[in-house]
């Protein structure tokens, strides 16, 4: 028997949270981004109007207006894309109980064993998923339906917005593979320009390509993308419940202007490390290693990493472990243009053994004083926002730099 396999991307996801709270704009582009004052903000996300004018998620706000000067910004809220992210989670939760999330805005469900209980048709299954989405959450959702976790990705790609597009063993030829080979998934411009050197430039054409020679070419890799291609890959959904937790939590800011003076640099740092303590906290790990890199106005970048005296997911003890890690790389008057934080070797929170200090008295009961303090303000973040309280030395207002983790991963 095939595998039933639902990919749901919602659309425009940013935009169409702000536009719950902003029905008058709902007629007008609009798009959201980290600073919408500053002419050098990121784009994050935006609706289909503006989509309309060729605005593209990545890009300054400045070529942004420059294609569509009445363009709406919106600030972006990541909290309340969180909280939205769980309620359409939950509710493909109430169709299977195998939900892999692959990003905040998008899911894979595997119905085979549910397909059943609900009529048994899947695209008709699909759109009821859409229509729930749509019904209780004022958001829609494309859906790809397929025999595997890839082609239904593709599935969700092919019709937007709130479409659902089934891909099946007999039409998957017809629909895909005259497609370029750069809407394969995990197919980027280096392995374009690769495949163009030898003639490829469809999905088509990668999937008729010899298999052994594309291993030759592109490694272990080039074996990967011709089963995507060919319809041979069946990796399983697996349920966040299952997935193995993040090797390493990070966070990054590129400023608006550079930083001079340990001062502007602490605070920076403290931000930083209260998103990255947050974060741990969240997965229930304690980092036993800091990592800091510096970038400068030259885009030349160091790194530096040091051993901490304890397991810790207090922000405190990043700040500290990275500042001094800065002290000793770093000249206090030369600027910097981006800093990131990375909490490495994590180990689970009830598995953080420590080595005691006989001759620190009182550092244990300290840190705990501490944990709780700052499991104290996760807890009013999660109910009343991300804005609602912080450490008086990380007050660094979102939209004053461009977030490196709205571009890149934060969590490996």
Known sequence: MDRVILHC???????????????????????????????????LAKNERAKGYRVQT?????????????????PAHHW????????????????????????IDESWLDVTGTLHLFGGDEKALADQIRRVVREELGLTVSVGVSFNKVFAKMGSDYKKPDATTVITLDNFQDLLWPLPVTDLLFVGRAAAR????????????????DRE???QILGKGGFTLHDYATGKEHAPVIPARE??????????????????????????????????????RKHGLKCTTVQITVRDPAFQDICRQKKLAAPTYVSRDLTEGAMELLRGCWGEHKPVRALTITAQ???????????????ATGAIPHRDKLEKLEKAMDAIRDRYGRKAISIASAVYSEGEGTREDQRLPSIK
């Not at 990545?58 to 919106?74: F, G, H, I, N, S």
């Not at 989670?89 to 195998?98: K, S």
């Not at 430039?201 to 990668?206: A, N, P, Q, R, V």
């Not at 003076?261 to 602490?266: A, D, K, S, T």
Request: proline letters at 5%; one cysteine or more; aromatic letters at 8%.
């Open 345 to 359: 070797n994590l180990v689970e929170e009830g598995e953080a053994g420590e080595q005691l200090d006989l001759f």
């Open 80 to 103: 309340k894309y969180k909280a939205y992210s769980q309620k359409v989670n939950a509710i493909y939760e109430r169709y299977t109980d195998l939900v892999e999330p692959f990003s």
């Open 9 to 43: 991307d919602l659309n425009c996801f940013y935009a169409s949270v702000e536009l719950l709270d902003h029905p008058e704009l709902k007629d007008k582009p609009v798009a959201v981004c980290g600073d919408p004052e500053s002419r050098h903000g990121i784009i």
């Open 243 to 280: 997935m193995p937790g993040p090797k390493s939590v990070g966070n990054g800011l590129t400023f608006p202007r550079n930083l001079v003076g340990w001062e502007e640099l602490h605070t920076a740092l403290s931000e930083l490390a209260n998103e990255v303590a947050v974060r741990l």
């Open 213 to 215: 020679s594309l291993g």
């Open 58 to 74: 990545a890009e300054t706000v400045w070529q942004a207006r420059r294609k569509c000067p009445d363009l709406v910004l919106l």
């Open 194 to 209: 690769v495949l163009a050197g030898y003639g490829v430039h469809t999905i088509g054409e990668l999937a008729r390509f």
